[in-house]
């Protein structure tokens, strides 16, 4: 009887497991692809609803809109070079702090954990951070865009619990060798560690290249700071500026065919382009996480 | 630091010693490097996370931005008292831990869940597909996902309601989001929705940190796939899904506002607002930024008992820490 | 009438939308001598010459708008001609963040458009010594609003209104203010009948919507209303105007005495009547709990017979609607009121947009040369070159003297591309401006210029027009009456953070707690459910809303009443 559920199993497991997957995926995509369709629809036609997989009156009119300013290709750029230096400076920093406070015998180990995880939970408030940033001549300079999220709490608490789960007799070996605890953070916990830094790279990464709030903030007045992420919520909001315009204003050109571009409409064309790079990128870091490195491979 | 120093035997029962302060001050000068990797990154923490946090005297006052410290009005506890006063406060409080619990356990559930079964899938391009498609629904906005989902909620043919009719369960379609009972259930669904996949991805990657030699011993134990799952993965991955729980229990009172208050509407208004809704409305949107502050000085400190209460807890049954 | 929309969104988080209506302008190019030479001689303001030397002005705009193109014709122009440069900075994002941080840093643009906070703040200068020196055309301008203009703290002028001061004839053709709207087929059906108390419109309703169960396959909905973000009008604002009073907002105003009305028997009429249509399966049942989007694509599928609502707030359904082809599922708007005894008061006498527009910062090195600026381009000539754009370019001009547009002129002014590049409506939209008609009288902008107008309208439109002898659409309305020198109490400051504005909140959570429960209550309940929402309404600080309206109404009274 056992040996025979175990027989059956595997194909029985694997077909349902694969189903499910399957169902996951469908619901999951949904929502891109009907964004997607929206983002190829004619505004004005969106807005009888009942757009889901397929556009129905195909138009590239969202996305000529998103490039007419000519403005987002510089932006671009920006958010390239933040994203990158970002993600490149706060990986190291943060999983050297998290390699320090993941040994035991640190005696700094506690009070430092403690203050770093605190920050998690309080938050000073716009304006103090406002004047943070001024006094440190950070406004409307490139670095606020990397400085001021160096650390973050969370992503080194998650390395720090990976490291731990390294087996010990590694780090010591290699302390036995002669190695300090830089040589062994760079030798041997930064390989071993490949997973886990391309988990915290791609959290790194998205949010900095989501993040228009620091340039709202601090780098507003220079166009050339700007980022696609900010250059793209001008365009939201202005679109939905420009559609109630449009209605409300009696000197505006009647009769015309308003509103091809509609928030809604524009707000999808958006959401692809943003999106696109990412997915680009994507497939370079998830080898490292779905597939694994083989453990024992880099352990000998 | 250099190898032959005596004290660094790294063992559990070194963190627990009693030591005498020359053997601190002793075991410190050996450890320069640790101090060098950590402690201006310390000095980094302190000004950019500590620093601002005389900004929390606003809290304390009658806030204008125009003028300076010396010039604010002082007014003590007013701004606790208005919150802790007013009957809509405890209403939104309990709104958001609901919502924050079921978001958590739900959260958990699904992203583990997850993670361990597509875990299961040997073909390497499906297993990528998935695991791809399943994260993008996070790069959507609030707005656009709680279109979709009022959408599909809506009893002018919404999808729900024409499954549910087909499938026999009900007669006629339901008003969902005017009913304040599935109010919290759909706005959880609709977390697992967009970040199950996002979600999974740490849990991917610590999977990927168990040993193989395990999975081999417990084959050879006779253990059947269920097992491997129940007694390999899962505690390979315990570790990390304990700390994770630790830290999203400091934010039970971060439930977000924006799925809230785009699903919500006058009907549901006593189970959708959340802490976050009432001091945008009373707080940020009128220019009370007092308020506001005062709010998160209060959530501060329930965050800080929580976690701190949690980790003695972890600690008690001899689990993994946070700090 | 463009100008009093934007006060419907009285107390409403709109920011973004609410602020700026871009009176549409139109472009120019460098081709356009004809129209220098001409404005030249008839402004007369030499001095402007003198003062060209280039200046690069910066410039915060409250509301969004996308950047104009660095080679943008209007701007150049201005450059050219003026000498200024502008560094607009438009917002994206909260407001509110925006301000706070910016007085908290104590670091201004030159020009900042208004907010209430940046006089508290100190960021701004007075303005009247500097108009009355140096700006003839703005003082002309002015005029009539000015008392108005004086902030109630302290008496100064710190804001150009960029909205509601008319000049000459204007004729307004469109109406996108509130009116209860009904689809033209059922006006057709019935014989072109002109409902005017709400007796009779729900009327039209019921009689349409028995005779048509179902519209296009899908089951009719006889009336909807909205009730989402801060678009809460819909719901909110009907029973003020069904008593003939005209949109104060929160209140209706009796003799100089403002009150709320949300919870009275003004409302409970108006609501208990869409109870009934809801009991008889008229009312929307998703009314409540529908979003901005689902609102408008129902009203697009043309199976709405009819709502209270301004009309921009749902014009975007009503582009659909003409782009299907289904004009006759697109509204006209009447003016309800509760019985044919009360004079309808929907339509309204403009108002300058006060505490909006324009004011200068305390970090500004030449206020002198900034309200120079500000004055020569309200000059006809650049009044023109913003709104209409150039001629022979942008519009042509008929043998009577009147601007055209030709079609593909028409078309090119709604392309965003070329706007960016051609047009300064960014800037227009909160630069002090002409309404109404230039002194040779051309409308001072296309959309006022009853020949465009005509132009616009389908053959279904002018059909339905004629059968009621109407040439516009504000022809339904009646003429309205000159406004109280307190009008309108929606703009009145309420003072943030106070118990004033708190209760303001208040009210409006309340009501949109408790008016859905009255009106999809059993017809025996309704009563009941009324009266819990009145009761919610007595734990609330009414009396502190009733209280600064009131004490504002009378400051109006007394400083204003010299100006009119």
Known sequence: MRTRTLKMEPVVFHTLNSLFMIVIAIVTLYPFLNTLAISLNAGNDTIRGGIYLLPRVWTDQNYRAVFAGGTIYHAFWISVARTVLATVLSLFLTSMLAYAISRKEYVFRKPITIVVVMTMYFNAGLIPSYFLIRDLHLLNNFLVYIIPGLISAFNMIVIRTYIQTLPEGLIESAKIDGAGDFRTFISIILPLCQPVLATVALFVAVGQWNAWFDTFLYASSK????????????????????????????????????????????????????????LVVYPFLQRYFVHGMQLGSVKE | MMAGTPEVIPSKKAEAKVESKSSFVKRMSGQKQLMLMSLPILLYVFVFSYYPIWGWTMAFQNYKPARSFGQQEWVGLKHFKFLFSDDTFLMVLRNTIGMSVINMVLGFATAI??????????????????????????????????????NSLSVDSGIVNVLLMKLGFINEPIMWLSEPKYFW???????????????AIIYLAAITSIDPSLYEAAEIDGANRYQKMLFVTLPGIKSIVIILFIMNLGWILDAGFEVQYLLGNGVVVDWSQTIDIFVLKYGLQIGNYSLATAAGIFKTVVSITLIFAANTIAKRFGEDRLI | ???????????????????????????????????????TSNNGSGEVAEETKPITLSAFISTPNQAPTSDNRIYKKIKDELGVSLNMEFLVGDLQQKL???????????????????????????LEELIEEHAPNLKKHYAKAWNKMKDSSDGHIYWLPNYGVVTGEPKFNSYSGPAFWIQKDILKEAGYPTPKTLDDYTKLIRDYAAKHPTIDGQPTIGYTTLAFDWRTFPLLNAPEHLTGHPNDGGVVVDDGVAS?????????????????????????????????DQYLAKLSSGRVLGMFDQHWNFQPAEDTLVAQGKIGKTYVGFPLVYDTSIKDWYLEQPVPNLN????????????????????????????????????GVDYMVGDDGKFYRTPEQRKQQEDPTWKLANRADAFLGALPKMEGTFSDGNATSAGLQPQEFYESLKPEDKELLDAYGHKTWTDFFSTPPENNVFYPAWQIDLIEGSDASIANKQMSDASLKYLPKAITAKSAEFDAAWNEYVEAYKKINVKAYEDRINEQIQWRIQNWTSGE
């Open chain 3, 260 to 292: 709320v009305f949300a919870d009275k028997e003004i409302s409970k009429r108006y609501y208990k009547e869409l109870n009934a249509l809801y009991n008889e399966g008229l009312m929307d049942k998703e009314a409540f709990i529908q979003n901005y």
């Open chain 3, 1 to 39: 009438m463009g100008i009093q929309t934007k006060k419907k969104l009285w107390g409403s988080m709109s920011l973004v939308l609410a602020l700026s209506i871009a009176l549409v302008g139109c472009s120019d190019n460098n081709g356009g001598n004809g129209a220098t030479t001409n404005s």
């Open chain 3, 100 to 126: 706070g941080v910016m007085i908290a840093g104590g670091d201004y643009p030159d020009l900042i458009t208004a907010d209430t906070k940046l006089v508290a703040a100190g960021a701004v200068i007075p």
């Open chain 1, 223 to 278: 166009q050339d700071l700007s980022t696609l992420q900010y250059e793209l919520m001008k365009l939201l909001s202005s679109s939905m500026l420009s559609n109630s315009n449009a209605a409300v204003s009696s000197g505006a050109d009647p009769g015309a065919a308003r509103n091809m571009v509609t928030p809604m409409s524009i707000r999808a064309a958006i959401t692809i382009v943003a999106s696109l790079p990412i």
């Open chain 2, 113 to 150: 869940i997850f993670a361990i079964l597509l875990n299961e899938i040997k073909q390497k391009l499906f297993k990528r597909s998935i695991q791809t498609i399943s994260y993008l629904p996070h790069f959507l906005s609030w707005i656009i996902v709680t279109g979709i989902v009022a």
């Open chain 3, 356 to 391: 909006n527009g324009f004011g200068i910062s305390v970090d500004a090195k030449d206020p002198v040369r900034i309200i120079k600026f500000l004055d020569a381009l309200m000059d006809e000539k650049y009044q023109k070159l913003l709104n209409w754009g150039e001629e």
């Open chain 2, 185 to 199: 259930g759909i706005v959880g669904a609709s977390h697992v929705w967009k970040e199950v996949g996002w979600n």
